[in-house]
């Protein structure tokens, strides 16, 4: 086809849930991607709007769940049944522009290492309305750490001039869109088949799952030049203003997270950041946001198969502890070697 780009094969997922007002202009824009997707697949969440209905409509391959199993069981179906080299993961209120993934894999083929590329991202800015319209606002520009175990959208509200304007290694990508190598999931998905760990539901999944290609010595690569908006309900430079539930599965994931994937030399090196935080977390829950105490209870619920996912993960990592945890420690980002 003339103007098309010949290169790596992809697939992309995306996962709904009362979707329909964005979905439109996520599936148009999809369908502009130059090269196309091998496969579009729409996993969703026993939707009581029309969100699966339009994305038949679009031509997308429709797994429609009879139930809501969040963003990480809904990702899990949707890769699963896909098979391309490369899969794009996007959020229902996501815009990829028409050269997104080509961008990336350029990108990715002029490192040095471009083999060990597990995943790369790109340079989201904030949308506005259904139609999905550009702000001036960043949305994200990569996931970076803290010593604390937190991990923030790096460039969040920002404005777009101001922007991270050069490739770089970054600690992972949001789960809003990034781009994944197949043979990076397959080599950290979970004994039981997960590539999220569906206890989390939603929220921070992504940052669990790149801390696992930290592991085992995968990299993300900062994309500039790719670019996509995204229009995101929940700001994390908002503050802790959402909704109860929002809150209460981000208290619950900030334990599980840590519980799945910090070996005590992590805690030895961030130490007593994490102590700290987690201090003032658990009296929040106690005073001020006794509606995600709920939250605190579920990671203690969980905590049998926490122990068990972090001796799966420690038991298989690759890349020393020192060099994973420098991440959280240097709250940066790496220059990118070149070819």
């Not at 899969?87 to 290492?113: H, K, W, Y």
Request: glycine share 8%; with cysteine; aromatic share 8%.
């Amino acid at each position: 086809m003339p103007g098309v780009i010949e290169t790596a094969g992809f697939d992309v997922v995306i996962v709904t849930f009362n979707d329909a007002e964005t979905l439109p202009a996520c599936l148009a824009a999809v369908k502009a991607l130059n090269p196309p997707p091998s496969r579009l697949v729409v996993v969703d969440n026993a939707s009581s709007d029309d969100s699966a209905d339009i994305a038949r409509h679009a031509g997308a391959e429709v797994l429609a769940l009879e139930e809501n199993t969040g963003f990480a069981g809904g990702m899990n179906r949707g890769i699963e049944t896909t098979d391309a080299s490369w899969v794009l993961l996007l959020n229902p209120d996501c815009a990829p522009r028409q050269n997104f993934v080509t961008e990336m894999l350029r990108a990715i083929n002029g490192r040095s290492q471009a083999d060990r590329v597990g995943s790369a991202t790109g340079l989201l800015i904030r949308a506005r309305g259904a139609e999905l319209m550009p702000t001036d606002t960043v949305d994200a520009a990569g996931i970076i750490v803290t010593p604390s175990g937190r991990h923030f959208d790096r460039g969040a509200g920002r404005p777009v001039e101001a922007a991270p304007q050069e490739p770089a290694w970054v600690f992972g990508g949001t789960g809003a869109a990034t781009l994944f190598r197949r043979e990076a999931l397959d080599d950290v998905v979970y004994p039981d088949g997960q590539v999220f760990p569906e206890s989390f539901f939603c929220y921070r999944e992504d940052a669990e799952l790149a801390w696992r290609f930290q592991h085992r010595g995968w990299r993300c690569l900062y994309v500039p030049t790719a670019r996509a908006l995204h229009q995101r309900g929940f700001r994390p430079e908002g503050g802790r203003r959402g909704q109860a539930w929002i809150n209460r599965h981000s208290v619950k994931n900030r334990f599980l997270l840590r519980a799945h994937c910090a070996d005590v030399s992590w805690h030895l090196r961030c130490f007593p950041f994490w102590l700290i935080r987690d201090l003032l977390v658990v009296a929040a829950c106690l005073t001020v946001e006794t509606s995600s105490l709920p939250g605190l209870i579920e990671a203690w619920r969980q905590r049998h198969d926490a122990v068990s996912r972090r001796r799966w993960v420690l038991s298989r990592a690759t890349a020393p502890s020192r060099q994973v945890s420098r991440w959280f420690r240097r709250h940066g980002v790496d220059r990118v070697d070149q070819k």
